[in-house]
């Protein structure tokens, strides 16, 4: 069974930086193919890709966002590890992670998303 | 604005059939694999077709999608009021480089 959670602050200030861990369990980040992404959510609003790390330890980021971002990855702990950097409260929104597959190139499983809120 | 283009919103009776649409360009959904979610309400998304017109294991076959050059359409057959979701569709775009989603569609089974 796959399972993947989202960990980290409910509340950050404007300025701070964001670290969000998805813990996953079911795979491995070692086996080909493999890939674990971040998507938000603005409240009300659509999906917003943000950033992905592959098995392979290839990674990719949103063009708009690619500055803030990076992502890492702890395969013994199985685990990845977002950051962004320079919150303001336009990055309100529920962050998520997914198992992304190369083959047959989806987000197969999400984790069940964290409230990120940015205020002073 | 998104990438991926869909109308914000159908509807359609119970037992009745919707499509939603997704329109993009070359970079994106004609040269990528596109991939279908659902989001019911306070949930994660989750993935209803991949590949095109793949269904995972699980879903029901109501649901289908297709895909003719830069446009791919999601189908649902014998609506029910479980399916009243948002539903969004995602590729990669070659151009981007990048994981594009369409803004969502809000299916409301009237």
């Known amino acids: 069974q796959i399972t993947l959670k989202e960990s980290g602050p409910t509340l950050v200030k404007p300025t701070q930086t964001l670290t969000l861990t998805c813990t996953f369990s079911g795979f491995s980040l070692s086996t080909s193919g493999v890939g674990v992404g971040w998507i938000r959510q603005p409240p009300g609003k659509a999906l917003e890709w943000l950033a992905l790390?592959?098995?392979?330890?290839?990674?990719r980021y949103s063009p708009s966002l690619q500055s803030r971002l990076t992502i890492t990855k702890d395969t013994s702990k199985n685990q990845v590890v977002l950051t962004m950097t320079n919150m303001d409260p336009v990055d309100t929104a529920t962050y998520f992670c997914?198992?992304?597959?190369?083959?047959?190139?989806?987000?197969?499983?999400w984790g069940q998303g964290a409230l990120v809120t940015v205020s002073s | 604005q998104s990438v991926l283009t869909q109308p914000p919103s159908v509807s359609a009776a119970p037992g009745q059939k919707v499509t939603i649409s997704c329109s993009g360009s070359s970079s994106n959904i004609g040269n990528n694999y596109v991939s279908w979610y659902q989001q019911l309400p306070g949930t994660a998304p989750k993935v209803l077709i991949h590949v095109n017109n793949k269904r995972p294991s699980g879903i029901p076959d109501r649901f289908s999608g297709s895909k003719s050059g830069t446009s791919a359409t999601l189908g649902i057959t014998g609506l029910q009021t479980g399916d009243e979701a948002d539903y969004y569709c995602g590729t990669w775009d070659s151009s981007l480089s990048a994981e594009v989603f369409g803004g969502g569609t809000k299916l409301t089974v009237i």
């Open positions: 790390i592959y098995w392979d330890d290839d990674k």
């Open positions: 997914a198992q992304k597959l190369v083959i047959p190139a989806t987000f197969a499983y």
